[in-house]
């Protein structure tokens, strides 16, 4: 078989598409992440799209790293508004969705007890069901 027949051969194998739609980041092996990603959201993801709408953004600051250098604990803070909360974890990570889930508690108790500011939204059941 000749180069130009090897390279006719191979235009002519369907390629995938070029509609974005079609393509949900499956390059890195996470097919079907966008359809089950509303259903298990994260704390930190809840109260990102409740304060984003309404032109806020919750402002995380990591105030303390302590333990020994294979076992830290880091500690963050968010605050939103006058809201403030803490949390902590092994990893980065954990420790912000720990504080994430902490402002999300006391911005529950201010809404159920009627003190909740007149620019706070309202935390839907959805945020319920992650704490």
């Known amino acids: 078989m000749t180069e130009d027949a090897i390279n006719e051969g191979t235009k002519n194998q369907s390629l995938p598409d070029d509609d974005p ?3 949900s980041g499956s390059i890195d092996g996470d097919e079907g992440v966008s359809a089950g990603a509303s259903a298990a ?3 930190v993801s809840l109260l990102q799209e409740l ?3 309404r ?3 919750p402002k995380y600051d990591l105030v ?3 333990g020994a250098v294979h076992e830290p604990t880091f500690k963050y803070r968010v605050t939103i ?3 403030v909360a803490t949390g902590c974890g ?3 990570k954990k420790a912000k969705h720990s504080a994430a889930k902490a ?17 706070q939204p309202t935390i839907p059941d959805l945020a319920t069901e992650i704490l």
């Open 51 to 53: 304060y984003v709408r």
């Open 21 to 23: 739609d079609k393509q």
């Open 103 to 119: 402002i999300l508690e006391k911005l529950i108790g201010a809404q159920n007890s009627g003190k909740a500011g007149a620019g």
């Open 64 to 66: 303390q790293i302590e």
């Open 41 to 43: 959201k994260t704390p």
């Open 81 to 83: 508004g006058e809201f």
């Open 55 to 57: 032109g806020q953004t």
């Open 90 to 92: 092994q990893s980065k």
